[in-house]
């Protein structure tokens, strides 16, 4: 090697990312399945990497990690110094992430890896992202299922973005996809929905969704409430706008208020006890209020977090990453540089 100069990578034909949080119990069975399902792709001839982010492990995860990147180079390791969640782990393997197709699946083997196989074969009829929609949900209660397919029919109304109905996470984007997602920095993140936003030729593979192999959701109601206030307000204005639906709703509800008054008044229709019109009234004026101060603060609530600009994730620990990968991972999460170009 010429001394100053850098042997160019090679850059692998598939990468895999998946996020694991407290998944010690299913890495035996998703290390072995993802071995299996490398050496069935005849389209990639062993040219893979699996970035798994370790995003603030409590249980043995991390350890068992380690462990499989010692006897794998093709096993790519990220430990968060905590836990920042899903979709913050999803965006550091997409940032570390040097494939010509990326996979984003969880860990839980919920979504089979075998269906990568049909996700590339729609990437060589020319897609550029391929998501997986669910045709089934095994071991998903009643409740889950409907609020699921609640929301996702919710969003898209509420939205312009096309976001795939029953689509979670489990998706294949191409590289400049993957690359035009990198530059989407915001700190409340809904990747399914950015994935949608950039655009690109986009189409779905169906099959269905496995009960967990082990251990529990990681996804609790207070979670998913959560994951959708943030997937609402990241593309959609709709719910400050209630504020003007309210005030016209309100000033025809006080007009209506108003002729029946009139009417009961001057052509003696009975009488007229004052205070209950008074106190439905003000109680409807109040409780709209509150509900857009609250919609209104969910708002500058996001603003205050983005003009921080905090880093989205903070990594402590790192396995088999290259040095080249690792140096512009960190660019890319630092946002601006000195001159002001954004990476």
């Known amino acids: 090697m010429v001394f100053g100069l850098q042997t160019p990578m090679i850059r692998p034909k598939l990468s895999v990312v998946i996020p694991v949080f407290n998944e010690a119990e299913t890495i035996p069975e998703l290390d072995r399945r993802l071995k299996a399902l490398f050496a069935s792709l005849a389209s990639i001839a062993g040219s893979w990497e699996t970035v798994f982010v370790d995003d603030g492990s409590l249980d043995a995860s991390g350890d068992m990690l380690g462990a499989l990147a010692e006897t794998e180079p093709r096993y790519k390791i990220i430990g968060f110094s905590r836990n920042f969640g899903h979709q913050a782990a999803i965006t550091a393997g997409i940032d570390r992430a040097e494939g010509d197709a990326v996979v984003v699946m969880d860990a839980d083997l919920q979504d089979p890896p075998e269906v990568v196989q049909l996700m590339l074969d729609k990437v060589a009829e020319g897609f550029d992202v391929v998501y997986g929609v669910r045709k089934r949900r095994q071991a998903e209660t009643v409740f889950k299922r409907a609020t699921a397919a609640m929301f996702y029919r919710l969003i898209r109304v509420m939205t312009r973005v096309e976001i795939p109905a029953d689509a979670g996470d489990f998706r294949l984007m191409t590289r400049p996809v993957v690359l035009a997602l990198r530059a989407l920095r915001e700190q409340h993140r809904f990747v399914r929905g950015m994935v949608a936003w950039v655009g690109f030729r986009q189409t779905a593979v169906y099959y269905d969704r496995e009960a967990r192999f082990a251990g529990e959701t990681k996804y609790p109601l207070r979670k998913m409430l959560r994951f959708a206030i943030d997937g609402i307000t990241s593309f959609s204005v ?33 009488a007229v006890p004052g205070w209950a019109s008074i106190m439905v009234a003000v109680t409807f004026g109040f409780s709209a209020q509150l509900v857009m101060t609250g919609i209104l603060g969910e708002y500058i609530g996001r603003i205050y977090e983005e003009i921080k600009r905090r880093p989205l994730y903070i990594a402590n620990r790192e396995t088999n990453l290259d040095p080249i990968e690792r140096d512009h991972a960190l660019s890319r999460r630092a946002g601006p540089d000195v001159d002001g170009a954004q990476h």
């Open 238 to 270: 709709l719910p400050l706008r209630m504020a003007t639906w309210l005030g016209l709703l309100s000033g025809a509800a006080a007009v209506l208020v108003g002729v029946w008054l009139f009417f009961v008044k001057f052509l003696h229709l009975g």
